[in-house]
């Protein structure tokens, strides 16, 4: 005994001395369930297209998009989310080929529907930045803007081509005003009442999304600082949360994760939907790269973003390791 007689008498290290104690009082686990697989399905490619920003991320063929949607469902995995990458030649400004009912992000819903059925939740990116020549996810006006209402109009026919397509969930994602509304609109008006809607509700305007970039084969000219968040503002997101509620979101999203974690708490605290966050390209390139250094433990620090993404609320995280976790888990 020391001078202090029993102090310390509260020891929390007590719970902390062996494994099988801190598995015990661990008070968040990821399982295979919490996690969604972000995939890139490329239009007029015979073989898998390595990600150069992103180690061990490729843009698919239809084929190895479909292997790559089973192999996540045989691991437990809850859901994909698909992004279509056009031929450069079908890139418009208006992103016609986002609502050709042939256009490669719905062969690609149609191809994965047939493997897995609804053993996968399957989602589709809903937005024209992939489509678009010059980049951005809307229509522009004669001054160069995103113009937010003509913009509403394509992503109603996004919506049902998508739908039509065999899509469980659309995630309209290029923040748009009343994105949340049109879409819920044009689902129902088609009978698509069941298709789901996850909506992107604070997207900010961020410097991570570098490697996504090249993933989508962008071509855009400038930057999206007139429509998605400014990194700066927190209650701005819980104003559109409250827009996207009222509109008939069926689940809502943080995007990027790990910078926004007060964000996603906030959220999570706030809303009576299941919330998602999604740990973007650059914050997989940075754990990579860094590991590829050796100066970081790659899979302790997979599993601490994650576990720290699902402690700050999120009940479901869109991950580009979601497979492979899933499997470990």
């Known amino acids: 005994m020391t001078k202090y007689g029993s102090f310390p008498g509260a020891r929390p290290r007590r719970l902390r001395t062996t494994p099988a104690v801190r598995r015990m009082v661990a008070e968040h686990r990821l399982h295979p369930s919490d996690l969604i697989l972000p995939a890139f399905v490329r239009e007029g490619v015979g073989e898998p297209v390595p990600i150069s920003a992103m180690p061990g991320v490729v843009q698919h063929t239809r084929d190895t998009l479909r292997k790559a949607a089973a192999e996540a469902a045989g691991a437990g995995v809850a859901g994909i989310m698909l992004f279509g990458v056009p031929e450069d030649a079908k890139k418009d400004a208006l992103g016609t080929a986002g609502t050709d009912p042939d ?18 939740v399957i989602m589709s990116d809903l937005c024209l930045d992939e489509y678009t020549d010059h980049g951005h996810c809307g229509v522009l006006d004669a001054a160069g803007r995103v113009d937010n209402d003509a913009t509403l109009e394509r992503y109603a026919e996004m919506a049902q081509v998508q739908a039509d397509a065999g899509v469980h969930v659309v995630g309209p994602s290029g923040m748009m005003d009343g994105q949340v509304g049109v879409v819920r609109d044009a689902l129902d008006q088609t009978g698509h009442e069941d298709v789901s809607i996850l909506a992107y509700t604070a997207k900010y305007s961020s410097a991570f999304y570098g490697p996504f970039r090249e993933a989508v084969g962008s071509s855009l000219q400038g930057d999206r600082k007139t429509y998605q968040q400014d990194p700066a503002n927190l209650r701005e997101s819980l104003r559109e949360l409250a827009l996207d509620l009222e509109e008939g979101a069926d689940m809502v999203m943080v995007k990027p994760a790990l ?71």
């Open 103 to 120: 256009g490669i992000l719905q062969v690609a819903i149609r191809d994965v529907k047939a493997e897995v059925g609804d053993d996968l």
């Open 259 to 329: 910078p926004y974690l007060d964000v996603l708490a906030k959220i999570a605290d706030s809303a009576d939907v299941p919330v998602a966050a999604y740990q973007i390209s650059g914050e997989y390139a940075m754990i990579e790269a860094a590991a590829e250094k050796g100066w970081i433990d790659r899979d302790k620090a997979i599993l601490e973003t994650l576990t720290g993404i699902k402690r700050a609320g999120a009940q479901m995280i869109l991950t580009y390791w979601a497979t492979e976790v899933a499997r470990g888990l």
